[in-house]
């Protein structure tokens, strides 16, 4: 079975603070994508990244980052010196051989100032 | 290009009326996705189009509902006979490849169904 878990409901930070959310990831699949978006207020998913299994490296963008490790089948995102704008609930996304996503249940992030 | 849109934004329907909903992907995309979110939850997989072909279904679609892509271009989604636990908001989402290749998916901004 498929299943993308993200076990933190809900996290708090007070501005500036890094933030780190978890995404563990279950797939029987070689082959496979991960993904990472973001639902602001507004409520529309916004794509933020996108990693192949072959490719560990961590990636940085500006203040984001994110740690694909196969060995624990987890794709944890890292959120340096928060800001009020992050606020928003992000969803750790799998995508199937077959083409769909399986969303987790998402992490609201608050971010207070 | 403005992205996928979905429309309507917002539909309030009484019980056992039948509603659906529009989605036009990204022009050059030929893969169409239909996911349902309700509140606090992440979105469930309903089903899923390369061009015209309906290739795959969730066990979450009942027989109420249907999704159609005619041509290949944009997608529609009814329900027959709504019922309360129906409401939901409903996203579509357009992206480009085959198998488990192909880009990222983006994202409409959803139809939220009330059914009263």
């Known amino acids: 079975a498929q299943k993308v878990t993200q076990a933190q409901t809900e996290i708090s930070v007070v501005e500036k603070e890094d933030v780190t959310l978890d995404c563990v990831y279950e797939t029987r699949d070689t082959t496979y994508y991960l993904f990472w978006y973001k639902q602001p207020p507004s409520g529309e998913l916004v794509f933020l990244i996108r990693?192949?299994?072959?490719?560990?490296q961590n990636e940085i963008s500006g203040r984001y980052s994110w740690n694909f490790q196969k060995s624990t089948s987890s794709f944890n995102f890292t959120i340096t010196a928060s800001q009020v704008v992050d606020s928003a609930v992000y969803f750790c996304a799998l995508r199937s051989n077959t083409g769909k996503l399986i969303f987790g249940q998402g992490t609201t992030l608050q971010v207070k100032p | 290009d403005t992205g996928v849109s979905q429309d309507p934004r917002h539909k309030i329907t009484k019980r056992g009326q039948n509603v659906t909903f529009r989605c036009d992907p990204i022009?050059?995309?030929?893969?169409l996705y239909w996911y349902r979110q309700t509140l606090g939850q992440g979105p469930e997989f309903l089903t899923y189009f390369q061009n015209e072909a309906q290739l795959e279904k969730s066990r979450l679609l009942s027989d109420r509902f249907s999704a159609e892509r005619p041509k290949g271009s944009f997608s529609t989604l009814e329900i027959q006979r709504t019922e309360q636990g129906d409401s939901a908001m409903y996203l579509c989402?357009?992206?480009?490849?085959?198998?488990?290749?192909?880009?990222?998916?983006?994202f409409g901004q959803g139809t939220r169904l009330t059914v009263v």
């Open positions: 022009s050059e995309h030929n893969r």
């Open positions: 989402a357009s992206s480009s490849g085959t198998g488990g290749e192909g880009t990222e998916a983006f």
């Open positions: 990693r192949n299994s072959f490719d560990e």
